[in-house]
């Protein structure tokens, strides 16, 4: 358990920015649309 604690303090914002680059890509992006209950109607 200690490793994987010290795996995890490990990451720094660089790490997570570059798999934010990897990951959020514009041809992986999706969008919903979420209306309240009486909007859906109109």
């Known amino acids: ?3 994987e ?3 995890l303090e490990a990451v720094t ?3 997570i920015q570059q798999a ?4 959020f890509t514009r ?3 999706s969008v919903a ?4 209950e009486e909007a ?3």
């Open 27 to 29: 041809t992986r992006l």
């Open 5 to 7: 604690l010290a795996a």
């Open 40 to 42: 859906r109607d109109e």
């Open 13 to 15: 914002p660089e790490d």
């Open 33 to 36: 649309h979420v209306l309240p």
């Open 1 to 3: 358990m200690d490793e």
């Open 20 to 23: 934010a680059r990897s990951y």
